[in-house]
């Protein structure tokens, strides 16, 4: 059974657009990318390379983050690389904005 945790990482207005931030939710760290006033969250490490994802270039029309390392992009809504070299998911996470704060949803057991 996974333990869903939701905890605010910061307003909305403080991401900046078309970006990704990184943040530790509860232990996990997380690359929170704003497109528009829509938030997504994902791993923050490279299935491939063990770098930042929140470090590399957001994707807007595709939804997608490109590690800068060596080029792998990751879906934002299913965390499945889109390119080589990496092969292995990242976990993606629910989040949301409710009265003008991010909310990040950690499933603990998922994150692992």
């Not at 939710?25 to 990318?33: K, L, R």
Request: with cysteine.
């Amino acid at each position: 059974m996974s333990t869903v945790i939701g905890t605010v990482v910061c307003a909305l207005a403080d991401l900046a657009p078309n970006s990704a931030t990184r943040f530790v939710v509860n232990g996990v760290p997380v690359a929170v990318v704003r497109i528009g006033d829509d938030v997504y969250a994902i791993g923050d490490t490279c299935s491939h390379a063990d770098v930042s994802l929140s470090e590399g270039e957001v994707w807007c029309d595709e939804k997608e983050i490109e590690c800068w390392k060596h080029g792998s992009a990751f879906s934002l809504v299913t965390g499945q690389p889109q390119t080589l070299p990496a092969t292995k998911p990242v976990p993606v996470f629910v989040a949301r904005v409710a009265d003008g704060n991010v909310h990040i949803h950690v499933e603990l057991e998922a994150a692992r």
